[in-house]
């Protein structure tokens, strides 16, 4: 029997191209969530329908593309963003990698580094005018993130960053906390994955839906 190993970004995919297969989302909601276009979505799809998961497996898997940084601390910077600061943007994950661990190296480089590894995927424009998105129909595939200050307990003013599944409507999670930085949203990520496990992708404050990979925020 053959094996297929699938990394979690290609298990993300498998999982949105199985939805629109199965006609749950369309192929414009399949683009935004792997960030990908719809024409690469139509030949994933056609692949997957042909071989199943051997669709998934990148055509291109076995070759490295040259980086200006040195193997160990590749290595090094992609251990850390699958560890501890799993779910962090670019330029935060960048900002910890220099003020934290004083390794310092250019966005554009680390964008690169964590798209060859896997762990993060191509983002699309987000579209210039303003229309109502649909719903998506399944649960789990998009979850949007929200923070808002308020006097939520009277007196002083807090935070609350609510985790919100677009399809059913339903909270998976909420907190309060101090203030809206990163340390607090990866808390409130971390918890969101372990009461529903990972989502295909995450929507926050308007953005486009940033599609998710990798491991649980130790």
């Known amino acids: 029997m053959e094996v297929i190993t699938l990394r979690q970004q290609e ?8 939805g629109r297969i199965d006609r749950k989302i369309s192929n414009s ?3 935004k969530l792997l960030g990908i276009s719809r024409r690469q979505v139509i030949r994933i799809k056609n692949r997957v ?5 051997r669709g998934i497996v990148h055509g291109n898997i076995g070759r490295i593309p040259k980086l200006a940084i040195s193997n160990e601390r590749r290595d090094k910077i992609v251990s850390l963003y699958q ?31 964590l798209l060859i590894s896997g762990l993060r995927t191509k983002s699309t424009s987000p579209p210039r005018h303003h229309t109502r998105r649909a719903r998506m129909q399944s649960s789990g595939l998009l979850v949007q993130m929200d923070s808002s200050e308020h006097q939520w307990l009277g007196g002083r003013s807090i935070w609350l960053i609510a985790t919100i599944d677009d399809a059913t409507g339903e909270v998976p999670y909420a907190l309060f906390v101090d203030s809206d930085s990163t340390e607090n949203n990866m ?10 496990g990972i ?6 404050d308007g953005a486009s839906p940033e599609p998710i990979s990798g491991q649980v925020i130790s």
């Not at 329908?49 to 998961?53: E, G, I």
């Open 11 to 18: 298990v993300t995919r498998y999982r949105v191209i199985k």
């Open 199 to 204: 989502p295909a992708a995450l929507y926050t």
């Open 83 to 113: 560890g501890r600061y799993n779910g962090c943007n670019v330029t935060h994950f960048g900002e910890f990698l220099k003020e934290v661990h004083g390794i310092q190296v250019s966005r554009e480089t680390l964008r690169r580094l």
């Open 29 to 31: 909601e399949a683009a």
């Open 49 to 53: 329908r042909r071989v199943d998961l």
């Open 187 to 196: 808390r409130v990520i971390k918890r969101l994955i372990e009461i529903k």
